[in-house]
T-cell receptor, first 114, second 113 residues
């Protein structure tokens, strides 16, 4: 059974640019959540998509957006990149997006903004 | 607001010694609780989870955790540390089904020979 696939693994962007990250969940899972991990702030919830709809949202500016496709694959977009956006971005796949079903994380995309 | 506190950002043990990583949560209702492990340059791997069944939860790699409601704690233990246990460990809480995970700041476990 394939796990959660995040692409690309590493990315270097310049301030002001935009970036798109991709997450393919486990087959059959309908929920994809995104988290940002930094040394200073730790793991912070960005948003969750379930059946193509954003169901939950964390406390991040509007520069951070996402979407989910009919095959449950999700993309996350960050516009007008800032140095502080440098982080490991993790996505989590879940059958129903509820804690009792659990969450499986991908290996993450390491974004460096220069 | 719900929160998770991991006591000790860094814990060092000798190989074969007991591992104890501490986690306290704040929640107005019985939560779902998780422990995840992260190895360098990798994502998070689930060690174990508590979802209101047995209070003593056994996970992978010999780890276990006990839910203590009176102490609002969910400490992670392993009787005998192995070098391969060296990693960062995160405690997380989900206040109720359908909400996002709230993570603690993490505890880095070092194991010396």
């Amino acid at each position: 059974k394939a796990g959660v696939t995040q692409t690309p693994r590493y990315l270097i962007k310049t301030r002001g640019q935009q970036v798109t990250l991709s997450c393919s969940p486990i087959s059959g899972h309908r929920s994809v959540s995104w988290y940002q991990q930094t040394p200073g702030q730790g793991l912070q919830f960005l948003f969750e998509y379930f059946s193509e709809t954003q169901r939950n949202k964390g406390n991040f500016p509007g520069r951070f957006s996402g979407r989910q496709f009919s095959n449950s694959r999700s993309e996350m977009n960050v516009s007008t990149l800032e140095l502080g956006d440098s982080a490991l971005y993790l996505c989590a796949s879940s059958l129903e997006g509820t804690a009792d079903y659990g969450y499986t994380f991908g290996s993450g995309t390491r974004l460096t903004v220069v | 607001a719900q929160s998770v506190t991991q006591l000790g950002s860094h814990v060092s043990v000798s190989e074969g010694a007991l591992v104890l990583l501490r986690c306290n949560y704040s929640s107005s209702v019985p939560p779902y609780l998780f422990w995840y492990v992260q190895y360098p340059n990798q994502g998070l791997q689930l060690l174990l989870k508590y979802t209101s069944a047995a209070t003593l939860v056994k996970g992978i790699n010999g780890f276990e955790a006990e839910f203590k409601k009176s102490e609002t704690s969910f400490h992670l233990t392993k009787p005998s540390a192995h070098m391969s246990d060296a990693a960062e460990y995160f405690c997380a809480v989900s206040p109720r089904a359908g909400t996002a995970l709230i993570f603690g700041k993490g505890t880095t476990l070092s194991v010396s020979s």
